[in-house]
């Protein structure tokens, strides 16, 4: 799973350009809508009872090999968020919370939504899910290369080592002490060279968390505000980084 969790994150950071104006704000014709859903939805419940041969078919043929050779996400449930349409509706960029278990330290054994960005693109009159190949190799820290041996290969190999995507998000501080009806500030800067997003990880009995943005393009910096109630109570909360899964723990101690 983990390794085709590292293609979904360069197709995730592919599919992070901002939507034209005119696809914003051009509605989809509801049958066509109602077509991509259900499609969407057949698609990751078959990944949620671990059916891969049948979600198969509901690949694009220029994809089947991309899907055949990768490692399949078990999902525990899903849930349709937002979609973006272009191209007169034959193409559809599509957001969806999944439920999977987490691997990384701290967190092994439990089970997180995560936005999961995919591609969809109609086909005879029905909708099938498909990988740019091509686009997989723009990320946010420039355009990926082949390997020695695969320069006409569709899929971009992964440097070794992981500096040159970790620790791109900064924070100004890792613990915080607020007061029962106090807040605190925490700031995460951005110092990869193009866009970054930042998802808050579970919650703190008692402790209100909120982002002043989600999107860091290179830069950028997003403040995390953090009210505790009279009864709150520490505890640890995480930031996801979407593009390349790091979490950044954040030590909240109310004194």
């Known amino acids: ?33 109602q077509a ?14 671990g059916d891969f041969r049948k979600a198969e078919e509901l690949v694009a043929e220029d994809t089947k090999d991309f899907y055949y050779n990768h490692n399949k996400p078990r999902y525990f449930s ?24 987490i691997m990384f330290p701290g967190f092994a054994g439990k089970h997180m939504k995560v936005p999961t ?15 740019d190949q091509d686009a997989m190799r723009m990320t946010p820290f420039g355009k990926m290369t082949a390997g020695p041996g695969s320069a006409s290969g569709p899929i971009p190999v992964i440097p070794s080592g992981t500096s040159f995507v970790m620790n791109k998000i900064h924070a100004d501080k890792k613990s915080v002490t607020v007061a029962p009806g106090g807040s605190a500030d925490i700031e995460f800067t951005n110092t990869a060279p193009g866009e970054m997003e930042l998802v808050i990880m579970g919650t703190i009995p008692g402790i209100e968390a909120k982002l002043s943005q989600t999107s860091l ?39």
């Open 78 to 101: 899903f849930e349709i968020g937002r979609i973006d349409y272009s191209d007169n509706f034959t193409h559809a960029k599509a957001t969806v919370l999944c439920e999977e278990e």
């Open 36 to 49: 991509l859903r259900a499609r969407i939805s057949e698609f990751y419940e078959l990944h949620v009872k």
């Open 217 to 255: 393009k290179a830069n950028d910096k997003a403040v995390l505000t953090l009210r505790a109630s009279q009864d709150a109570k520490g505890g640890l909360l995480s930031i996801r980084v979407v593009q390349t899964g790091e979490v950044i723990p954040i030590q909240v101690v109310v004194k």
């Open 117 to 131: 960005a995919s591609t969809w693109k109609l086909v005879d009159g029905k909708w099938y899910w498909y990988v």
């Open 1 to 33: 799973m983990l390794r085709f969790s590292w293609i979904a994150l360069i197709v995730s950071a592919a599919l992070a350009q901002s939507p034209s104006p005119a696809d914003l704000f051009n509605k989809p014709p509801a049958a066509v809508d």
